[in-house]
Protein backbone atom coordinates (compact mmCIF):
# COMPACT_ATOMS: atom_id res chain seq x y z
CA UNK A 1 0.00 0.00 0.00
CA UNK A 2 2.59 2.43 1.11
CA UNK A 3 4.60 1.88 -2.64
CA UNK A 4 1.39 3.07 -4.66
CA UNK A 5 1.32 6.52 -5.94
CA UNK A 6 -1.65 8.83 -6.68
CA UNK A 7 -4.01 6.99 -9.10
CA UNK A 8 -2.14 3.36 -8.64
CA UNK A 9 -4.05 -0.05 -7.77
CA UNK A 10 -2.77 -3.38 -6.65
CA UNK A 11 -4.71 -6.47 -6.20
CA UNK A 12 -4.76 -9.60 -4.44
CA UNK A 13 -6.63 -12.78 -4.75
CA UNK A 14 -6.56 -15.31 -1.66
CA UNK A 15 -8.03 -17.55 0.30
CA UNK A 16 -9.26 -17.19 3.52
CA UNK A 17 -8.39 -19.24 6.65
CA UNK A 18 -11.40 -21.37 7.65
CA UNK A 19 -13.22 -20.31 4.58
CA UNK A 20 -16.05 -22.91 3.00
CA UNK A 21 -14.95 -24.60 -0.07
CA UNK A 22 -15.45 -22.18 -3.07
CA UNK A 23 -15.17 -18.85 -0.92
CA UNK A 24 -12.22 -16.54 -1.67
CA UNK A 25 -10.82 -13.33 -0.99
CA UNK A 26 -10.05 -10.47 -3.07
CA UNK A 27 -8.21 -6.91 -2.11
CA UNK A 28 -8.01 -3.82 -3.76
CA UNK A 29 -5.31 -1.49 -2.90
CA UNK A 30 -5.94 1.56 -3.92
CA UNK A 31 -4.16 5.11 -3.56
CA UNK A 32 -6.06 8.36 -4.11
CA UNK A 33 -10.05 8.10 -4.76
CA UNK A 34 -11.98 5.09 -3.40
CA UNK A 35 -13.05 2.39 -5.87
CA UNK A 36 -16.78 2.75 -6.41
CA UNK A 37 -18.55 -0.68 -5.75
CA UNK A 38 -20.79 0.18 -9.25
CA UNK A 39 -17.19 -0.15 -11.35
CA UNK A 40 -15.89 -3.51 -9.51
CA UNK A 41 -18.55 -5.49 -9.02
CA UNK A 42 -19.63 -5.98 -12.86
CA UNK A 43 -16.05 -6.37 -13.07
CA UNK A 44 -15.72 -8.89 -10.56
CA UNK A 45 -19.21 -10.78 -11.48
CA UNK A 46 -18.09 -10.88 -15.13
CA UNK A 47 -15.26 -13.08 -13.96
CA UNK A 48 -17.00 -15.96 -12.67
CA UNK A 49 -17.64 -14.86 -9.17
CA UNK A 50 -19.89 -13.76 -6.90
CA UNK A 51 -19.58 -10.72 -4.48
CA UNK A 52 -20.90 -11.68 -1.14
CA UNK A 53 -19.70 -8.63 0.67
CA UNK A 54 -17.43 -5.84 0.65
CA UNK A 55 -15.56 -4.00 2.96
CA UNK A 56 -13.28 -0.66 2.58
CA UNK A 57 -11.22 0.67 4.81
CA UNK A 58 -9.36 4.28 4.39
CA UNK A 59 -5.56 4.54 5.52
CA UNK A 60 -4.14 8.28 6.00
CA UNK A 61 -0.11 7.87 5.91
CA UNK A 62 1.87 10.66 6.75
CA UNK A 63 3.23 13.09 3.90
CA UNK A 64 0.34 11.54 1.16
CA UNK A 65 -3.31 11.37 0.34
CA UNK A 66 -5.34 8.51 1.73
CA UNK A 67 -5.36 5.11 0.45
CA UNK A 68 -7.94 2.71 0.45
CA UNK A 69 -8.15 -1.47 0.66
CA UNK A 70 -11.54 -2.92 -0.68
CA UNK A 71 -11.72 -6.04 0.84
CA UNK A 72 -14.32 -8.38 -1.13
CA UNK A 73 -16.02 -12.22 -0.16
CA UNK A 74 -16.27 -14.31 -3.28
CA UNK A 75 -17.82 -17.39 -4.14
CA UNK A 76 -15.99 -18.52 -6.69
CA UNK A 77 -18.65 -20.17 -9.56
CA UNK A 78 -16.01 -22.15 -11.92
CA UNK A 79 -12.82 -23.02 -9.67
CA UNK A 80 -14.16 -24.85 -6.81
CA UNK A 81 -12.05 -27.64 -7.92
CA UNK A 82 -8.72 -25.40 -9.36
CA UNK A 83 -6.08 -24.58 -6.72
CA UNK A 84 -5.71 -20.82 -5.70
CA UNK A 85 -2.25 -20.61 -6.89
CA UNK A 86 -2.99 -21.73 -10.44
CA UNK A 87 -5.84 -19.13 -11.05
CA UNK A 88 -4.21 -16.01 -8.48
CA UNK A 89 -1.87 -14.77 -11.12
CA UNK A 90 -4.26 -15.21 -14.06
CA UNK A 91 -6.84 -13.61 -12.06
CA UNK A 92 -5.03 -10.67 -10.48
CA UNK A 93 -3.60 -9.39 -13.82
CA UNK A 94 -6.79 -9.81 -16.19
CA UNK A 95 -8.76 -7.70 -13.52
CA UNK A 96 -5.66 -5.07 -13.84
CA UNK A 97 -6.00 -4.99 -17.14
CA UNK A 98 -9.65 -4.56 -16.94
CA UNK A 99 -9.87 -2.04 -14.70
CA UNK A 100 -7.30 -0.14 -16.97
CA UNK A 101 -9.50 -0.60 -19.62
CA UNK A 102 -6.78 -2.35 -21.44
CA UNK A 103 -9.51 -5.30 -21.98
CA UNK A 104 -13.58 -5.07 -22.57
CA UNK A 105 -15.64 -5.87 -19.25
CA UNK A 106 -17.85 -9.09 -20.69
CA UNK A 107 -18.31 -12.31 -19.82
CA UNK A 108 -15.19 -13.76 -22.25
CA UNK A 109 -13.39 -12.97 -18.66
CA UNK A 110 -14.96 -16.33 -17.16
CA UNK A 111 -12.60 -17.82 -19.17
CA UNK A 112 -9.93 -16.76 -17.23
CA UNK A 113 -10.71 -18.68 -14.60
CA UNK A 114 -12.97 -21.36 -15.79
CA UNK A 115 -10.26 -22.30 -18.78
CA UNK A 116 -6.77 -20.83 -16.77
CA UNK A 117 -6.23 -18.82 -19.74
CA UNK A 118 -4.58 -15.17 -19.67
CA UNK A 119 -6.41 -12.24 -20.19
CA UNK A 120 -4.01 -11.43 -23.29
CA UNK A 121 -5.21 -14.89 -24.70
CA UNK A 122 -8.82 -14.57 -23.87
CA UNK A 123 -9.07 -11.56 -26.22
CA UNK A 124 -8.20 -13.84 -29.27
CA UNK A 125 -11.38 -15.33 -28.71
CA UNK A 126 -12.86 -12.72 -28.29
CA UNK A 127 -11.41 -11.03 -31.54
CA UNK A 128 -12.78 -14.06 -33.44
CA UNK A 129 -15.75 -13.72 -32.10
CA UNK A 130 -15.98 -9.63 -33.40
CA UNK A 131 -15.29 -11.17 -36.42
CA UNK A 132 -18.35 -13.33 -36.78
CA UNK A 133 -20.13 -9.61 -35.94
CA UNK A 134 -18.49 -8.28 -38.89
CA UNK A 135 -19.35 -11.35 -41.42
CA UNK A 136 -22.40 -11.56 -40.51
CA UNK A 137 -22.62 -14.87 -38.63
CA UNK A 138 -26.22 -15.74 -37.52
CA UNK A 139 -26.00 -16.46 -34.28
CA UNK A 140 -25.66 -13.24 -31.05
CA UNK A 141 -22.42 -12.28 -29.54
CA UNK A 142 -23.89 -13.41 -26.37
CA UNK A 143 -24.83 -16.68 -27.59
CA UNK A 144 -21.22 -17.04 -28.69
CA UNK A 145 -19.49 -15.65 -25.16
CA UNK A 146 -22.09 -18.19 -23.47
CA UNK A 147 -20.83 -21.18 -25.88
CA UNK A 148 -17.36 -20.81 -24.64
CA UNK A 149 -17.67 -20.65 -21.20
CA UNK A 150 -20.01 -23.55 -21.54
CA UNK A 151 -16.79 -25.23 -23.11
CA UNK A 152 -13.59 -24.22 -21.47
CA UNK A 153 -11.77 -27.04 -22.11
CA UNK A 154 -12.85 -26.61 -26.04
CA UNK A 155 -11.78 -22.78 -25.65
CA UNK A 156 -8.48 -23.63 -23.99
CA UNK A 157 -7.69 -25.98 -27.11
CA UNK A 158 -8.62 -23.76 -29.36
CA UNK A 159 -6.40 -20.92 -27.68
CA UNK A 160 -3.49 -23.73 -27.53
CA UNK A 161 -4.23 -24.41 -31.49
CA UNK A 162 -3.52 -20.85 -32.38
CA UNK A 163 -0.46 -21.12 -30.09
CA UNK A 164 0.66 -23.81 -32.15
CA UNK A 165 0.27 -22.43 -35.60
CA UNK A 166 1.50 -18.84 -35.01
CA UNK A 167 3.70 -18.51 -31.94
CA UNK A 168 7.16 -18.20 -33.28
CA UNK A 169 9.49 -21.06 -33.04
CA UNK A 170 12.14 -22.52 -34.42
CA UNK A 171 10.77 -25.59 -36.17
CA UNK A 172 9.62 -26.97 -39.93
CA UNK A 173 6.93 -26.40 -41.13
CA UNK A 174 6.19 -30.21 -41.18
CA UNK A 175 6.36 -30.27 -37.57
CA UNK A 176 4.64 -26.99 -37.16
CA UNK A 177 1.91 -29.20 -39.51
CA UNK A 178 1.76 -32.62 -36.98
CA UNK A 179 1.19 -30.13 -33.78
CA UNK A 180 -1.30 -28.84 -35.30
CA UNK A 181 -2.93 -31.47 -36.44
CA UNK A 182 -2.83 -33.53 -32.75
CA UNK A 183 -4.94 -30.14 -31.50
CA UNK A 184 -7.03 -30.44 -33.87
CA UNK A 185 -7.41 -34.30 -33.45
CA UNK A 186 -8.29 -32.81 -29.88
CA UNK A 187 -10.88 -30.61 -30.81
CA UNK A 188 -12.58 -32.74 -32.92
CA UNK A 189 -12.93 -35.17 -30.41
CA UNK A 190 -14.28 -32.88 -27.91
CA UNK A 191 -16.93 -31.70 -30.35
CA UNK A 192 -18.33 -34.80 -30.35
CA UNK A 193 -19.64 -34.69 -27.05
CA UNK A 194 -21.18 -31.21 -27.93
CA UNK A 195 -24.95 -31.61 -27.90
CA UNK A 196 -26.30 -28.51 -28.49
CA UNK A 197 -26.10 -27.92 -32.51
CA UNK A 198 -25.87 -24.22 -32.12
CA UNK A 199 -22.60 -24.65 -29.61
CA UNK A 200 -21.41 -27.29 -31.91
CA UNK A 201 -21.81 -24.41 -34.88
CA UNK A 202 -20.24 -21.69 -33.05
CA UNK A 203 -17.31 -23.77 -32.09
CA UNK A 204 -16.47 -24.87 -35.55
CA UNK A 205 -16.82 -21.92 -36.96
CA UNK A 206 -14.16 -20.32 -34.61
CA UNK A 207 -11.76 -23.25 -35.17
CA UNK A 208 -12.10 -23.05 -39.10
CA UNK A 209 -11.11 -18.77 -38.21
CA UNK A 210 -8.17 -19.95 -36.66
CA UNK A 211 -7.66 -22.38 -39.71
CA UNK A 212 -8.35 -19.54 -42.20
CA UNK A 213 -5.70 -17.26 -40.05
CA UNK A 214 -2.60 -17.04 -42.19
CA UNK A 215 -0.80 -14.47 -40.09
CA UNK A 216 -1.34 -12.29 -36.57
CA UNK A 217 0.53 -9.81 -34.77
CA UNK A 218 -0.20 -11.47 -31.71
CA UNK A 219 3.49 -12.05 -30.80
CA UNK A 220 4.42 -8.48 -31.82
CA UNK A 221 6.41 -6.10 -28.87
CA UNK A 222 7.71 -3.11 -28.51
CA UNK A 223 11.49 -2.17 -27.15
CA UNK A 224 10.26 -3.04 -24.11
CA UNK A 225 8.50 -6.52 -24.29
CA UNK A 226 4.90 -4.67 -24.49
CA UNK A 227 2.35 -6.42 -26.62
CA UNK A 228 0.21 -3.41 -29.33
CA UNK A 229 -2.90 -2.47 -27.53
CA UNK A 230 -4.63 -4.17 -31.03
CA UNK A 231 -4.82 -7.59 -32.35
CA UNK A 232 -4.75 -8.28 -35.73
CA UNK A 233 -5.45 -11.51 -37.69
CA UNK A 234 -4.89 -11.70 -41.94
CA UNK A 235 -7.47 -14.17 -43.25
CA UNK A 236 -7.41 -16.50 -46.31
CA UNK A 237 -10.74 -15.47 -46.88
CA UNK A 238 -12.27 -18.67 -49.04
CA UNK A 239 -11.09 -20.36 -46.03
CA UNK A 240 -13.73 -18.69 -44.30
CA UNK A 241 -17.10 -20.52 -43.97
CA UNK A 242 -20.09 -18.26 -44.79
CA UNK A 243 -18.54 -15.55 -45.85
CA UNK A 244 -20.53 -13.74 -47.88
CA UNK A 245 -19.62 -13.21 -51.76
CA UNK A 246 -17.82 -11.76 -53.34
CA UNK A 247 -14.99 -12.93 -51.23
CA UNK A 248 -11.83 -10.66 -51.42
CA UNK A 249 -8.03 -12.40 -52.15
CA UNK A 250 -7.17 -11.45 -48.31
CA UNK A 251 -8.78 -9.77 -45.58
CA UNK A 252 -7.17 -8.20 -42.06
CA UNK A 253 -9.29 -7.80 -39.55
CA UNK A 254 -8.24 -5.64 -36.29
CA UNK A 255 -9.43 -5.73 -32.86
CA UNK A 256 -8.68 -4.14 -29.94
CA UNK A 257 -10.69 -2.49 -26.53
CA UNK A 258 -11.41 0.67 -28.42
CA UNK A 259 -11.94 -0.33 -31.74
CA UNK A 260 -12.21 -3.18 -34.90
CA UNK A 261 -12.36 -2.93 -38.13
CA UNK A 262 -11.44 -4.63 -41.75
CA UNK A 263 -9.36 -4.06 -43.97
CA UNK A 264 -10.63 -5.60 -47.53
CA UNK A 265 -7.93 -6.09 -50.77
Not at 17 to 26: C, D, E, N, S, V
Not at 160 to 171: C, H, Y
Amino acid sequence: LEALDEGCTDVKLYRPLGAPAGTLGFKIYRCGEPVALSDSLPMLERMGVRVLTEHPARALPAGSGPKWIHDFELLALATEQVEIEQVKPLFEDAFGRIFRGEVENDDFNRLVAAAQLPAAEVVVLRAYAKYLRQIGFALTPSFIEATLNAQPSIARLLVELFRRRFEPREDSAADREVDCAEVIGKIQQALEAVENLNEDRVLRQVLALIQATTRTNFWRTSEKGERRSFLSFKFDPSKVPGLPEPKPMFEIFVYSARFEGVHLR
